[in-house]
């Protein structure tokens, strides 16, 4: 007999149920109101909180559009013999998983099993993914889509810091600032409400932006606003080493701070050396005045932050840029300074819960190593098991991929939160790859583009129809709540495991309360660097009423850690580390008929877009995929406004209408990386990844762009 899935039948409040956005890491405040017998089950609203400030862009406003979409799947889908997906019942189709799962794994051994995770899925969803792979599946083959987002920056805080919190100081500290340094991210359409806290430092004139497009974030420096540096694409690096030769060369750094707070000065100095701004001015195309202009403006401002998105960090050197950037903040004093600091911005909506509690292939909860054994100990404990049963390391997200279905790699895999087919780089080799699989399984709430190829379909919750937890882009510990019972049929992936546990015999607690999976992960994490094990979702709620923040670590004893390094880094000996890094040989550069692509998002669309192009608004206002190109480049190639074009490599061709901006940089084009298909944007990007964090090259692909024959 099947265990109820308690999710749908918790009691709740009739209105004004206050939660969060379920799109980006800004996760923006909004009350939801239930509106029985209208269209929509409910209302949303604007609620004030310091990060949006009662603000949502156009997805937070629509997003109730998400819980009436008519593909919502309510029943589980099985491939039959005919190839197509049909209906089957929860029992039918658990019993069936569990023993091909176990068959894969007595023929092929454990780590034929596969798990990808999403940074979408709240805390207590990715905690037990990682929990279930590893002790119901004994398999080390689990990573998520986290590793596309985020890796290259966490690296870099990781070696630099001794930890990796996205911000290290609450958002409303930028309000203050009067310099602030964005390398590689357009908040001004991908988290709108973000842009309310450059305010200060755009009425000082002292907001940089460096980004090859001159995007909605870039024209912010407009009309005395600031500066807007417009690099050649993938030369994000030589920038930074230039203003760090420049800092040190004009004796701009902070060195009382350097001599107390870091060590590796003497490497750094010696790594910038050649890095003379008419050396950087070749590789960048940033004339040197502009530099010297950029790299004083830097020291000499009052309250000074630098920030770094995917732009700079999505690279094959992209660990190495985000510890420039860290370096450079490192020498002007920043990080640990009150009133400044440096940080990155977090983009999917729980891609800092998710990535701290097992979803990462080398990563236990609370940030622990797998490899540690004292980390492997306390967590075999929490679960209740030999730490001998945990496997070790296993592959990242592109390895894990690419091995599917070979004889190295996984036979079966479960893809939880995820649109692998639309999101992963070099997109033709991950459906080739799927494809290969005995056994792929997706849960998701419609058919995803991922779900279309899947031989299971498992029909799960929505965001508004689950309570749990999320964290935000500051580390911030959030609550999100159930407005509305699931449509009957949909179940809490919580239930799935439990269930999926239950016949393979896994050892272990497997609760279907998202309370006490909250409870288990903050045990779990205790003693980590991400240490939750203070908090609980009655202790987050009474903080929520009191306007208390909880930010980790919130070890027991503590009121939480607002901001880290007042009083030391992370490391041993308490100092941050500079990092000497250099460029690398290989860049990408494109021959005279070829451009360079930059890929995106769009201020309407989100991720894959499997949610965004399926509410009518968003959708409409960018339905199909757009070329955006530079005036002079479309009539070099006789293309005009609204022509069709072939974007193509010998990875992939995307077709695409032309639009023409004088935004762009002439040698590149920008392609929107939400569509599907034959119009996604990752048919043409690269899976070489970098060395150290396994980010994969999305933002340097080389291409050529013609007219399509009529």
């Given amino acids: 007999m099947s265990t109820p899935d308690l999710a749908g039948a918790l009691p709740r409040p009739a209105t004004g149920i206050s939660t969060h956005c379920p799109y980006c890491a800004l996760q923006c405040a909004m009350t939801l109101d239930p509106s029985p017998g209208e269209r929509l089950p409910v209302q949303v609203s604007g609620r004030e909180f310091p990060t949006n400030r009662g603000g949502l862009c156009k997805k937070g406003w629509t997003s109730a559009e998400l819980l009436a979409v008519p593909d919502r799947l309510t029943v589980p889908l099985a491939r039959g013999d005919d190839g197509q997906l049909h209906e089957t019942s929860w029992e039918a189709a658990l019993d069936s998983l569990a023993a091909r799962l176990r068959e894969l794994q007595a023929e092929h051994g454990p780590d034929a099993i596969g798990v990808f995770g999403g940074g979408g899925l709240t805390n207590e969803k990715a905690y037990q993914l990682g929990k279930f792979a590893r002790i119901a599946l004994r398999t080390s083959r689990i990573d998520y889509n986290g590793r596309f987002c985020m890796s290259s920056a966490a690296a870099a805080s990781t070696r630099a810091f001794g930890i990796d919190r996205g911000l290290p100081f609450p958002l409303s500290d930028l309000d203050t600032a009067d310099t602030v340094l964005l390398l590689g991210s357009n908040v001004g359409d991908t988290m709108p409400p973000f842009v309310s806290h450059l305010q200060g430092a755009r009425a000082a004139g002292g907001l940089l932006v460096v980004d090859p497009r001159r995007s909605s974030t870039a024209r912010l420096t407009d009309d005395g606003g600031g500066l807007h540096i417009q690099p050649v694409p993938g030369s994000d690096l030589p920038l930074l080493l230039g203003l760090s030769h420049i800092v040190l060369a004009e004796r701009l750094y902070d060195a009382d701070y350097v001599a107390a707070r870091t060590t590796g000065l003497s490497a750094l100095r010696a790594s910038v050396a050649s890095w003379w701004p008419e050396r950087v001015q070749q590789s960048t195309g940033v004339p040197a005045p502009t530099l010297r202009t950029l790299a004083r403006r830097l020291a000499e401002g009052r309250s000074t932050y630098i920030l770094t998105g995917r732009g700079v960090e999505q690279h094959a050197d992209g660990t190495d840029t985000a510890t420039a950037a860290i370096n450079l903040a490192l020498l002007l004093g920043l990080p640990g300074t009150r009133g400044s600091g440096y940080g990155t911005l977090t983009g999917q909506g729980n891609g800092q819960g998710g990535r701290e509690h097992g979803q990462k292939a080398d990563q236990l909860p609370g940030y622990r190593k797998i490899t540690d054994p004292e980390a492997r100990a306390h967590v075999a404990g929490v679960w209740g098991v030999d730490p001998d049963l945990i496997p070790g390391p296993g592959v990242p997200a592109v390895q894990l991929l690419q091995s599917a279905g070979t004889d190295e790699g996984v036979k079966a ?22 494809a290969r699989l005995d056994l792929l399984v997706v849960c ?8 279309h190829l899947a031989d299971l379909v498992l029909p799960v919750l929505q965001w ?20 509305l019972a699931a449509p009957e049929g949909a179940r809490s992936e919580l239930w799935i495991m439990a269930e999926l546990a239950r016949r393979l015999d896994a050892p272990g607690v497997w609760s279907l309360d998202p309370a006490e999976v909250f409870d288990e992960l903050a045990r779990a994490s205790a003693g980590g660097l991400a240490d939750y094990s203070a908090l609980s979702h009655d202790m987050l709620d009474e903080m929520n009423e009191r306007g208390d923040a909880a930010y980790w670590p919130f070890a027991v004893g503590t009121t939480g850690t607002p901001r880290l390094f007042a009083d030391g880094f992370a490391h041993p000996d308490g100092r941050a580390r500079l990092v000497a890094v250099r460029r690398r040989s290989d860049v990408p550069t494109a021959a ?3 451009l360079t692509l930059i890929t995106g998002r769009l201020l309407e669309h989100y991720q894959s877009g499997a949610q965004t192009r399926r509410v009518a608004e968003l959708n409409d206002a960018h339905p199909r995929i757009v070329a955006q190109m530079h005036p002079v480049t479309a009539a070099d190639r006789g293309l ?11 990875r992939g061709t995307v077709d695409a209408i032309v639009g023409m901006s004088a935004d762009i940089r002439p040698d590149t084009v920008f392609l929107p990386f939400h569509f599907a298909d034959a119009e996604s944007a990752n048919l043409l990007t690269s899976d070489a990844v970098d060395p150290i964090s396994a980010m994969p090259e999305f933002k340097t692909a080389i291409v050529r762009v013609e007219p399509v024959p009529l």
């Fill in 464 to 483: 508004a129809e689950e309570e749990g937890t999320m964290t935000n882009l500051e580390g911030r510990v959030l609550r999100r709540r159930r407005a």
């Fill in 592 to 594: 005279a008929d070829e």
């Fill in 413 to 434: 895999l479960l893809v939880h939160g995820s649109n692998v087919v639309v999101s992963a780089p070099n997109a033709q080799t991950a459906r080739d790859a799927l």
């Fill in 444 to 451: 998701d709430f419609v058919l995803s583009e991922t779900a």
């Fill in 640 to 650: 005009t406004e609204g022509d069709v074009v072939r974007v193509s490599n010998p």
